[in-house]
């Protein structure tokens, strides 16, 4: 990799290759939940309301699978917002919509800058991992060859 420092790097992430072990809110306190685990991994749990219900939802750590446990009945194609259960904050971001559906999306928060948007339309599997830091992602995978670690 000497000599090539503008040479650009297409990444093939595999599918389900990564798990999510810090995500946090945009105030910090961390949505990793290890009382409720999917797959045996810690779930990210996030407050949702869809119309008058409130209740938790416990998503999938690993990156790209999608099996979601619920506590509220929301039916196909609704879009729920989603909330810190700690402080209360909405992780629906303003700015960001869904490419495929433009409904809102949500985000949890990654160590180091990155982040992870979802939609927020009940069907719609529309989601993306952002990492700010390119150069430490691509050390990382360099060092352990799985972004596991990096999450
Ligand atoms: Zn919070
Ligand atoms: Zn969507």
Redesign the pocket.
């Known amino acids: 990799m000497k000599n090539k420092e503008k040479e650009i790097l297409e990444i093939e992430i595999p599918s389900k290759g990564i798990r999510v072990k810090h995500a946090?809110?945009?105030?910090?306190?961390s949505?990793m939940d290890p009382e409720h685990k999917i797959n045996g991994y810690p779930s990210v749990t996030v407050k949702a309301r869809y119309k008058d219900m409130e209740g938790m939802i416990h998503l999938d750590p690993v990156y790209g699978s999608f099996k979601t446990v619920s506590e509220i009945d929301v039916p196909d194609g609704e879009e729920v917002e989603f909330?810190?259960?700690?402080?209360?904050?909405s992780l629906t971001f303003d700015d960001v919509k869904c490419e495929e559906c433009g409904s809102h999306m949500f985000g949890v928060y990654l160590p180091r800058g990155g982040r992870i948007e979802a939609c927020l339309r009940n069907g719609c599997q529309f989601h993306n991992l952002k990492m700010v830091d390119g150069k430490e992602l691509l050390a990382k995978l360099e060092e352990y060859h799985t972004l596991d670690s990096f999450l």
């Open positions: 946090t809110c945009p105030n910090g306190d949505l909330f810190c259960p700690v402080c209360g904050v």
